[in-house]
């Protein structure tokens, strides 16, 4: 598949423990934060998303975290499954009259079975 | 099936002749937007389009143009390509009333500039 992941931070699991992939945003009005998994050679795909109103948000195997104060998001992914392995992307936006989405630079999760 | 399809998928092309790079979904959604994807730095918007005949730059407009002239079609024009807008490019599109930002992708697009 196409390299995207030049220098991302890794994580790196065995088959059904608990992954925790972190991300630092930057922008004081961003209040929708969002999840992406990228697979090799496809688009993006669409996990969870979260308002800045919300600590925690639940989905299915999916846990997002927001912690505003320090500007932090997380998404913990419950037994970890060797599907899981991808490229996992936060990205920020605000409100939802604009389109504007920023995106982080991305994790590579690698799951071993 | 639903989906956001994108024309050509790889494309191998010289500085400055002219291309477009066709998107087209089929789900009815209001909003589109292109992304370029490049290694080490993620994905960066370029332009948004949250109605028909509306659309805005995102974060690396410089050497763009788009069109959206009916609702299912967003079209990323290169005017004058560059090699530095070598690059993967994806297409996305969304529902702003049931999750703006759960924003469908298409399969991306390939674009070498020599």
């Known amino acids: 598949g196409e390299s995207v992941g030049l220098h991302l931070p890794t994580l790196s699991v065995q088959e059904g423990d608990n992954s925790i992939i972190n991300c630092a945003y930057s922008?004081?009005?961003?209040?929708?934060f969002i999840w992406y998994k990228q697979e090799s050679g496809k688009g993006p795909q669409f996990i969870i998303d979260?308002?800045?109103?919300?600590d925690k948000r639940q989905g299915q195997r999916v846990t997002v975290l927001l912690n505003k104060t320090v500007k932090h998001l997380s998404l913990q992914i419950a037994a970890t499954q060797p599907g899981d392995s991808a490229v996992y992307f936060c990205a920020e936006g605000v409100g939802t009259s604009y389109g504007k989405l920023t995106f982080g630079q991305g994790t590579i999760l690698t799951v071993h079975p | 099936e639903a989906q956001v399809t994108q024309n050509p998928r790889y494309l191998i092309t010289v500085t400055g002749k002219k291309l477009t790079v066709t998107c087209s979904q089929n789900?009815?959604?209001?909003?589109m937007s292109w992304y370029r994807q490049d290694p080490g730095l993620g994905l960066r918007q370029i332009y948004y389009?949250?109605?028909?005949?509306?659309?805005d730059k995102g974060d690396v407009p410089e050497g763009y143009k788009v069109s959206r002239k009916e609702k299912r079609n967003f079209p990323l024009i290169l005017e004058s390509p560059s090699p530095n807008q070598t690059s993967l490019y994806f297409c996305?599109?969304?529902?702003?009333?049931?999750?703006?930002?759960?924003?469908?992708f298409g399969p991306g697009t390939r674009l070498t500039v020599t």
């Open positions: 389009s949250m109605n028909v005949e509306v659309t």
């Open positions: 996305a599109s969304s529902h702003p009333s049931y999750g703006l930002y759960e924003q469908y």
């Open positions: 979260i308002r800045s109103n919300m």
């Open positions: 922008n004081s009005a961003s209040d929708y």
């Open positions: 789900m009815n959604h209001e909003y």
